[in-house]
């Protein structure tokens, strides 16, 4: 979508796929990848990168859910190429360095603690594991205390591997661009993904 009315350019991506298919046992891996993708990547270690967001006044921010894993860029128009680049080297080239990592995951931690007392949250997994007993809707896409502490580095980077494909990449743009400069852009952010993501799909399922 076009609008020039301010010199901005939103960006939101979308992967098919996400906690749905993390294997069994290293429940949160989705999660835990969505975290650490601007905690570093390329040559620029993670207070580098977070410092190269601020100074560019880029806004950079990833998710995941059971079935898709997204990310945010929001970026000035004068910013854009370097925006984009940073978000090419969080896609392609992210650190999973062992400080931020173990950061990371100490805070993902504490978040599972507080949602064991948690009304809401335990009665959503309940209901998703009653709905869905034998299947991996039926799994906590946020992980468990046991299987967020299980996930290791080399898994991070198998994730990134297998999931972030171009024929399974939905984009959205808005903003002070047009279409034809936004094609190259687009080149060559993505241009670098495998074709298609390794592994299967989430099997079909209907609630119980």
């Given amino acids: 979508v076009e609008d020039h009315t301010n ?15 993390d294997p069994k046992g290293k429940e949160g891996l989705a999660n835990m990848v969505s975290t650490l993708l601007d905690e570093g990547a390329g040559d620029l270690k993670s207070q580098d990168f977070q ?7 880029v ?4 998710s995941a859910d059971r079935d898709n894993f997204s990310g945010r860029l929001r970026t000035l128009t004068r910013n854009r190429d370097a925006a984009f680049g940073l978000l090419k080297l ?20 504490a978040g599972l603690r507080q949602d064991l007392e948690d009304p809401g949250t335990i009665a959503a997994r309940r209901l998703f594991k009653t709905l869905f007993p034998d299947h991996p809707y039926g799994r906590p896409t946020d992980g468990t205390m046991k ?6 580095i080399d898994d991070l980077r198998a994730f990134v591997r297998a999931r972030f494909a171009k024929s ?3 984009i959205g743009v808005t903003g002070d661009i047009t279409a034809r400069e936004l094609g190259p852009l687009l080149d060559s952010t993505f241009g670098a993904l495998p074709a298609v993501p390794g592994g ?5 399922v209907m609630p119980r």
Avoid: W
């Fill in 51 to 57: 410092r190269r967001l601020e100074d560019l006044y």
């Fill in 90 to 109: 969080a896609l392609t080239k992210p650190r999973f360095n062992d400080g931020a990592v173990a950061r990371m995951r100490s805070q993902i931690l």
């Fill in 147 to 152: 299987t967020v502490a299980a996930i290791t």
């Fill in 200 to 204: 299967g799909g989430v099997p079909d």
């Fill in 59 to 62: 806004s950079l921010h990833f």
């Fill in 7 to 21: 010199p901005i350019i939103a960006l939101a991506i979308a992967f098919r796929g996400g906690g749905a298919l």
């Fill in 168 to 170: 399974n990449l939905v």
